[in-house]
């Protein structure tokens, strides 16, 4: 699949905005601890990937009824479901100058996930820090996609291929409308 972006300037992959709010101090603090371990942009935006997969639970997988959308808030809360996860793994990434977008892939629910443009890179590859369970094993790969989740098109799944600078509003609403996550599973865009 051909990943398209929905604005030319690679400078709007980078942007600060409300929700991916990378010049927060929590996400700067952040980006600070797994950057001083990393040597090059590859092992900082792999670093980065795997701290947001791994430390900040999906709130459906938690119980958890908590619901976040700004990056900060994700990282301060660590809870989120995709979309909030993938929003404070951008904001991680923009924060050392790692072009990243957003986009989706449509199950019963659009489902949320990021893609990168590494330093050398010709091409976006997507990432998915949804979270690891049983039946899930998404890794940050360049070579390959490792998705949480692969569509199935006779079931009317699908791969959205636009990368957006900023989260859907569809997605957006829907995250800033819920009273809870119950509700939010109620509201959830069933299509983009």
């Not at 050392?96 to 050398?120: D, M, R, S």
């Not at 790969?141 to 490792?146: G, I, K, S, T």
Request: proline content about 8%; charged content about 25%.
């Amino acid at each position: 699949m051909e990943l398209i972006q929905n604005t030319p300037e690679i400078s709007s992959y980078l942007a600060a905005d409300e929700v991916i709010d990378h010049e927060h101090p929590r996400v700067r603090a952040t980006a600070a601890t797994l950057s001083a371990d990393a040597p090059d942009a590859y092992a900082y935006a792999k670093a980065a990937f795997a701290f947001v997969r791994d430390t900040i639970p999906h709130s459906q997988d938690a119980g958890d009824p908590r619901v976040t959308w700004r990056a900060s808030d994700v990282l301060a809360q660590r809870t989120g479901i995709c979309y909030a996860k993938a929003h404070a793994l951008a904001a991680l990434l923009r924060a050392e100058g790692i072009p990243t977008a957003l986009c989706y892939q449509k199950f019963e629910v659009v489902h949320g996930l990021v893609a990168v443009k590494l330093p050398g890179e010709d091409r976006w590859a997507r990432q998915d820090p949804r979270g690891n369970k049983p039946g899930v094993d998404a890794q940050f790969r360049l070579d390959r996609e490792q998705l949480a989740f692969t569509v199935r098109p006779e079931f009317n799944e699908v791969d959205y291929p636009v990368l957006f600078a900023e989260p859907h509003p569809a997605v957006l609403q829907c995250l800033r409308e819920a009273v809870d996550r119950p509700h939010l599973w109620q509201t959830l865009p069933t299509d983009l």
